[in-house]
Nanobody, 124 residues
C-alpha cells in the first residue's frame, strides 16, 4: 500500500504562486506515474497534470499549461506541483494520485492511490 499526503495549500492572491508537495510513504513511487487533480465546489474532479515515472515526460490540462509545472524527486519519494500566475478559477482541493503502471494518463479511474487533498484558494 502507498499512502500519499499533500501539503502546501493555502490562500494566495491572484497572480501569486504556490508549491504543493505530495509525499509518499509505505512504498517507493519511483516506478509510478504521478498525477495531480483538482475539485472545485459543486464540480467534478478534473485532471491537472501528470509526470511519468522517470520524470522525463509531463502532460498538462490546457487550463494550466504554461502556468503549472510538475516535478518529482524519487530519492525523497515526493512529487511537486509548482503553480504560478494563479487565478481565482484555480481555487479547488488539489489531490495527488499514483498510477502503478507508470504510464501517462489523464483518466481518473486509472489511478490506484489517492491522497486526502489540500485546499488552494485564490482571491481576486
Amino acid at each position: 500500500q502507498v499512502q500519499l499526503a499533500e501539503s502546501g495549500g493555502g490562500l494566495v492572491q491572484a497572480g501569486g504562486s504556490l508549491r504543493l508537495s505530495c509525499a509518499a510513504s509505505g512504498r517507493t513511487i519511483s516506478t509510478y506515474a504521478m498525477g495531480w487533480f483538482r475539485q472545485a465546489p459543486g464540480k467534478e474532479r478534473e485532471f491537472v497534470g501528470v509526470i511519468n515515472w522517470t520524470g522525463g515526460r509531463t502532460y498538462y490540462a490546457a487550463s494550466v499549461k504554461g502556468r503549472f509545472t510538475i516535478s518529482r524527486d524519487n530519492a525523497k519519494n515526493t512529487v511537486y506541483l509548482q503553480m504560478n500566475s494563479l487565478k481565482p478559477e484555480d481555487t479547488a482541493v488539489y489531490y495527488c494520485a499514483a498510477d502503478t503502471t507508470g504510464r501517462i494518463t489523464t483518466t481518473l479511474v486509472e489511478y490506484d492511490y489517492w491522497g486526502q487533498g489540500t485546499q488552494v484558494t485564490v482571491s481576486s
